[in-house]
């Protein structure tokens, strides 16, 4: 059975299109569903930019809402991951381009072909958001460990739940444990308080991130990358599985682990995530 | 077009005619018959020269009107170069000239050659029937020839686009970084793919077509 995703926030610059571009792909890449991700920032599209495939952009989404194309015509497939598309926004146009009906038309016409539709939603609560929430079934929202992240986050779960949305699930983005341990930043546990809502996973702040945007290429496929695990855990969680919430805390090095990596021996830990990172 | 083909003036050495190529020279010849008729007296006798606006006389059609003329007891001067009065048909090529940044959501629609004297940035798309010259960096989408002219031309100091469209050919820069060239470059259709070639080896090249030609 299909779903259809809205990633939303309230807040921008919190990282929705990241989280979409790296669930859209771990559940291609590693689930091999059928993923197309529907960028409906309309006027600000930045989806095609992070998946690379800005310039393969002929026809777009007010494009197809308009009958101007077919939608086989403006789907981009991914130029590296099987069973992955991408639905880009029209750059030209703003939201008023397009309405709530013709979304919830434009997603039924998906899900008929996808195992998940993602769409990610641009920032604010006005048109835009109410195009991308139109035509889904379920809500992820992202947000920062930051008060306003979390208050906006808090008013887009209050409109979710007015616009007939069941549970949505939370997503926390860019948090720095040792932040957290000073008392320095919010913990998961402050935040869930507030939104209570389910947790569906916390990615850490991750320099890979930044160098994988910037390239296009989702962090998700980097094994290395601590972000990209815990997106992989995302991905599992959404397929339904049981996987263990992530603790945050950095393992220290243990003084044998010292004295290994003074001999240059690579140690379980030296690579990070699997025994540093528990998941 | 209410502009008459043909306006005579007089001058201190005789008249003046000048010719506008918009119309058939039959047309021209028409025109000048009448004036000559309505003034049959008081052309007689006289010299004239001829200027040519907006193209220019063959050596057939020259001939022709001086035996014209003739007729009328006007004789024509001879003229080293009665070809060189030759107008650009500006009306014909409408140009629109944008001194600013093309950016990101911007869209240019034009129904002719578009010039910008500044950068085109990703996201911004330029569409022209005609040319698209970019006297900065081009990186965003241009589409030149837009209403299938195949002839069209995208032409940048630096062409680095996100996507090139010329009539109804579309391209993209290959996915592998490569290095970027330093030096003007320009797009054009060849059997129906677009080529990107510095820009003096097309100049170069346009220089020995005309030379060809002219031989």
């Known amino acids: 059975m299909s779903q259809v995703l809205v990633i939303t926030s309230g807040k921008g610059g919190v990282g929705?299109?990241?989280?979409?571009?790296?669930?859209?792909?771990?559940?291609?890449?590693?689930?091999?569903?059928?993923?197309?991700?529907?960028?409906?920032?309309?006027?600000?599209?930045?989806?095609?930019?992070?998946?690379?495939?800005?310039?393969?952009?002929?026809?777009?989404?007010?494009?197809?809402?308009?009958?101007?194309?077919?939608?086989?015509?403006?789907?981009?497939?991914?130029?590296?991951?099987?069973?992955?598309?991408?639905?880009?926004?029209?750059?030209?146009?703003?939201?008023?381009?397009?309405?709530?009906?013709?979304?919830?038309?434009?997603?039924?016409?998906?899900?008929?072909?996808?195992?998940?539709?993602?769409?990610?939603?641009?920032?604010?609560?006005?048109?835009?958001?109410?195009?991308?929430?139109?035509?889904?079934?379920?809500?992820?929202?992202?947000?920062?460990?930051?008060?306003?992240?979390?208050?906006?986050?808090?008013?887009?779960?209050?409109?979710?739940?007015?616009?007939?949305?069941?549970?949505?699930?939370?997503?926390?983005?860019?948090?720095?444990?040792?932040?957290?341990?000073?008392?320095?930043?919010?913990?998961?546990?402050?935040?869930?308080?507030?939104?209570?809502?389910?947790?569906?996973?916390?990615?850490?702040?991750?320099?890979?991130?930044?160098?994988?945007?910037?390239?296009?290429?989702?962090?998700?496929?980097?094994?290395?990358?601590?972000?990209?695990?815990?997106?992989?855990?995302?991905?599992?969680?959404?397929?339904g599985e049981e996987v263990p919430l992530m603790t945050l805390q950095e393992v220290e090095p243990t003084f044998m682990d010292k004295l290994r990596m003074l001999f240059g021996i690579k140690t379980r830990t030296a690579k990070g995530e699997g025994a540093k990172w528990t998941f | 077009m209410a502009l008459e083909p043909v306006i005579i003036k007089g001058t201190r050495d005789g008249i003046t005619i000048i010719i506008e190529r918009y119309a058939d020279f039959e047309r021209v010849k028409n025109s000048i018959v009448e004036k000559l008729e309505n003034g049959r007296d008081f052309f007689a006798g006289g010299t004239a020269r001829v200027k040519v606006k907006n193209g220019s006389l063959s050596d057939e059609e020259y001939l022709e009107l001086e035996q014209l003329l003739e007729d009328y007891g006007v004789s024509l001067k001879k003229q080293l170069h009665p070809k060189t009065y030759i107008f650009p048909d500006q009306s014909r090529i409408p140009i629109l000239l944008l001194k600013r940044t093309i950016r990101s959501g911007q869209k240019i629609s034009y129904k002719g050659t578009v010039v910008i004297l500044g950068d085109a940035n990703p996201g911004s798309e330029i569409v022209a029937y005609g040319d698209i010259l970019v006297m900065g960096v081009l990186r965003g989408m241009a589409h030149a020839g837009a209403d299938g002219d195949v002839s069209a031309i995208v032409a940048a100091f630096r062409l680095q686009p996100t996507q090139l469209r010329i009539a109804d050919v579309i391209s993209r820069p290959p996915e592998e970084i490569q290095e970027i060239p330093r030096f003007p470059e320009i797009a054009r259709l060849k059997d129906k793919t677009i080529i990107i070639e510095p820009y003096y080896q097309f100049s170069f090249n346009c220089i020995k077509r005309k030379q060809e030609g002219i031989k």
């Open chain 1, 16 to 239: 929705k299109t990241t989280t979409t571009a790296n669930i859209g792909t771990g559940l291609a890449l590693y689930k091999q569903r059928k993923v197309v991700m529907v960028d409906a920032d309309i006027g600000l599209r930045n989806l095609d930019v992070v998946m690379g495939l800005e310039n393969r952009i002929v026809y777009d989404l007010v494009d197809v809402t308009h009958g101007l194309c077919r939608l086989k015509q403006a789907l981009i497939k991914d130029k590296r991951f099987e069973n992955l598309y991408l639905l880009p926004a029209a750059q030209t146009k703003d939201k008023t381009a397009v309405t709530p009906e013709q979304m919830e038309k434009l997603c039924d016409e998906l899900r008929k072909d996808f195992d998940y539709v993602l769409i990610d939603c641009p920032a604010g609560i006005e048109q835009g958001f109410k195009n991308a929430i139109a035509g889904a079934d379920k809500a992820i929202i992202v947000t920062t460990p930051e008060v306003s992240a979390v208050r906006d986050a808090d008013r887009i779960v209050g409109l979710l739940e007015a616009s007939g949305f069941e549970e949505p699930k939370l997503l926390i983005n860019r948090i720095r444990p040792d932040m957290v341990k000073r008392g320095d930043m919010m913990s998961i546990e402050d935040m869930i308080d507030i939104l209570a809502i389910e947790l569906l996973g916390v990615v850490p702040e991750d320099e890979k991130i930044v160098v994988s945007t910037n390239r296009g290429e989702p962090a998700v496929a980097d094994e290395t990358s601590r972000a990209g695990q815990a997106y992989r855990n995302i991905t599992r969680r959404i397929e």
